[in-house]
């Protein structure tokens, strides 16, 4: 909000202004100066950048027809440019999101194409004080709303506050009134036209400074921003680039199999330190926790976590996976004796498409390990269901997504071939893939309920279950 106060009466109640009389700050994209603006002055500022950076001067008079001559003067207002066509562009696209987004004020218009800026001019706290108003009262509530073809400016308020004259955003209906105005404003189907001075980019989400998307990016990571040509990014995030190879890979013959070692060197973008810092950039404020757990989050349950698999290499080349680890040993014990070559990838456990490139060894077996390939920390001869992501979560009806189980058995991540042989049941109904599931889910009404996921492999049958709320 901002942080200003006005009045022409009360000698208690003077011009306030944190940065001095009219001293220029943020509120400025408001109104929010010493001596304020009127809505018609607000309308008329923003329509400069519906128009593409020129400042036309307010008039209401186009032209005068003289009854008696016939004569007709045309008035043609001035019109300067008042800031480069891709500044105009960039603050309608950052506008006409935040309508799209919800802080629209009540400017939305579906079906036009509508950019919107709210603010508030809050009350000096020793006036609140001293005239028995809350902390925290408004005396001022703005909406600057505009389309490619109108602007329309809202102020809501009181000339004069008091104990019983003020504001709260909670409370106050100026939301409704612009609501009610825009009503009438002719819908348009006209958007902001590009200029040549602008480029649109594919960013990768979560970056910043802005950066491109890497080889491996995923899809669902990816966005258009748009930029001022010549200060779009370069540079491509690390968040996704291919891992680094494990190195210094041994064998070492012990009483159960082979002991496998290695090193590995953590990239920045998965080091503790790093994360902590990067996400005390300004521009996360004070929610820089919120961040940094999300994306410490983001890797665990969705990416799976960060490890090592471990797999047999063919004669033909082909890959077989035998497990996936977190840690840099594994002890592999072979099924015949022979020679068999065995392949470690840096890589994470549920996102493959930038995992390492091959470290291998080979290993000259004499057969004498049993006939199965085991971690040293193992739970063996045990099928485990474990659950991806929450359990207890609350979603809003309509927006369940399955975050689904991993599966291990005698060690093993068995998760990928055995993803058609489980069931789901939920109300008395059973299913066999997660997308119908997921639509029965999705069709629920507002309550508590339970999923539970059913697998039998190799004549054992393991059931787990996951509690959710739905809500309006």
């Given at each position: 909000?901002?942080?200003?106060?006005?009045?022409?009466?009360?000698?208690?109640?003077?011009?306030?202004?944190?940065?001095g009389d009219n001293a220029i700050n943020e509120a400025y994209a408001i109104g929010g100066v010493a001596y304020g603006y009127t809505p018609l002055d607000m309308a008329e500022a923003y329509a400069c950048f519906a128009n593409g950076g020129y400042h036309i001067e307010t008039h209401a008079v186009t032209k005068i027809e003289y009854r008696s001559t016939g004569e007709v003067v045309e008035f043609n207002p001035d019109k300067e440019k008042v800031m480069s066509d891709s500044t105009a562009y960039l603050v309608n696209?950052?506008?006409?999101?935040?309508?799209?987004?919800?802080?629209?004020?009540?400017?939305?218009?579906?079906?036009?194409?509508?950019?919107?800026?709210?603010?508030?001019?809050?009350?000096?706290?020793?006036?609140?004080?001293?005239?028995?108003?809350?902390?925290?009262?408004?005396?001022?509530?703005?909406?600057?709303?505009?389309?490619?073809?109108?602007?329309?400016?809202?102020?809501?308020?009181?000339?004069?506050?008091?104990?019983?004259?003020?504001?709260?955003?909670?409370?106050?209906?100026?939301?409704?009134?612009?609501?009610?105005?825009?009503?009438?404003?002719?819908?348009?189907?006209?958007?902001?036209?590009?200029?040549?001075?602008?480029?649109?980019?594919?960013?990768?989400?979560?970056?910043?400074?802005?950066?491109?998307?890497?080889?491996?990016?995923?899809?669902?990571?990816?966005?258009?921003?748009?930029?001022?040509?010549?200060?779009?990014?370069?540079?491509?995030?690390?968040?996704?680039?291919?891992?680094?190879?494990?190195?210094?890979?041994?064998?070492?013959?012990?009483?159960?199999?082979?002991?496998?070692?290695?090193?590995?060197?953590?990239?920045?973008?998965?080091?503790?330190?790093?994360?902590?810092?990067?996400?005390?950039?300004?521009?996360?404020?004070?929610?820089?926790?919120?961040?940094?757990?999300?994306?410490?989050?983001?890797?665990?349950?969705?990416?799976?976590?960060?490890?090592?698999?471990?797999?047999?290499?063919?004669?033909?080349?082909?890959?077989?996976?035998?497990?996936?680890?977190?840690?840099?040993?594994?002890?592999?014990?072979?099924?015949?004796?022979?020679?068999?070559?065995?392949?470690?990838?840096?890589?994470?456990?549920?996102?493959?498409?930038?995992?390492?490139?091959?470290?291998?060894?080979?290993?000259?077996?004499?057969?004498?390990?049993?006939?199965?390939?085991?971690?040293?920390?193992?739970?063996?001869?045990?099928?485990?269901?474990?659950?991806?992501?929450?359990?207890?979560?609350?979603?809003?009806?309509?927006?369940?997504?399955?975050?689904?189980?991993?599966?291990?058995?005698?060690?093993?991540?068995?998760?990928?071939?055995?993803?058609?042989?489980?069931?789901?049941?939920?109300?008395?109904?059973?299913?066999?893939?997660?997308?119908?599931?997921?639509?029965?889910?999705?069709?629920?009404?507002?309550?508590?309920?339970?999923?539970?996921?059913?697998?039998?492999?190799?004549?054992?049958?393991?059931?787990?279950?996951?509690?959710?709320?739905?809500?309006?």
């Open positions: 909000g901002l942080d200003v106060a006005y009045s022409t009466s009360d000698p208690d109640y003077k011009v306030y202004d944190k940065g696209n950052v506008l006409q999101y935040a309508v799209e987004a919800g802080s629209n004020g009540g400017a939305r218009v579906y079906g036009s194409t509508v950019a919107a800026k709210t603010g508030t001019s809050n009350l000096p706290s020793e006036y609140t004080s001293s005239h028995g108003i809350p902390d925290g009262a408004v005396n001022d509530l703005w909406t600057v709303a505009y389309t490619p073809e109108y602007a329309i400016s809202l102020w809501y308020g009181y000339e004069q506050a008091d104990s019983s004259h003020y504001l709260s955003g909670a409370s106050a209906p100026k939301d409704a009134v612009m609501s009610s105005v825009m009503k009438y404003i002719p819908k348009t189907t006209k958007t902001w036209e590009m200029p040549s001075s602008v480029v649109a980019v594919t960013i990768e989400k979560d970056t910043w400074p802005a950066q491109l998307p890497s080889e491996y990016t995923p899809d669902d990571m990816k966005l258009t921003e748009y930029f001022k040509k010549g200060t779009q990014p370069t540079e491509a995030s690390p968040r996704y680039a291919k891992l680094n190879a494990v190195t210094n890979l041994q064998s070492t013959k012990v009483s159960n199999g082979y002991k496998l070692t290695w090193d590995w060197k953590v990239p920045d973008v998965l080091n503790q330190t790093y994360l902590n810092k990067y996400f005390t950039n300004s521009v996360y404020g004070n929610q820089s926790s919120t961040y940094l757990n999300a994306r410490l989050n983001y890797n665990k349950n969705t990416l799976g976590g960060n490890g090592f698999g471990i797999y047999e290499k063919s004669s033909s080349g082909k890959l077989t996976l035998i497990d996936f680890t977190d840690k840099t040993n594994y002890t592999y014990k072979p099924s015949s004796a022979g020679s068999v070559q065995i392949v470690v990838k840096a890589e994470y456990k549920n996102f493959k498409a930038n995992e390492s490139n091959e470290t291998s060894i080979t290993i000259q077996s004499d057969g004498n390990y049993g006939n199965s390939i085991e971690n040293d920390d193992s739970n063996k001869n045990k099928l485990t269901l474990t659950l991806n992501g929450s359990n207890s979560t609350t979603y809003t009806k309509g927006s369940y997504t399955d975050d689904g189980i991993s599966v291990s058995y005698n060690g093993a991540d068995i998760t990928t071939k055995v993803t058609d042989e489980i069931t789901y049941s939920l109300s008395g109904q059973t299913y066999t893939t997660v997308s119908e599931l997921e639509e029965a889910v999705n069709n629920l009404e507002s309550g508590s309920y339970t999923i539970t996921y059913k697998l039998t492999y190799k004549g054992e049958t393991k059931t787990i279950k996951r509690s959710f709320k739905i809500i309006e």
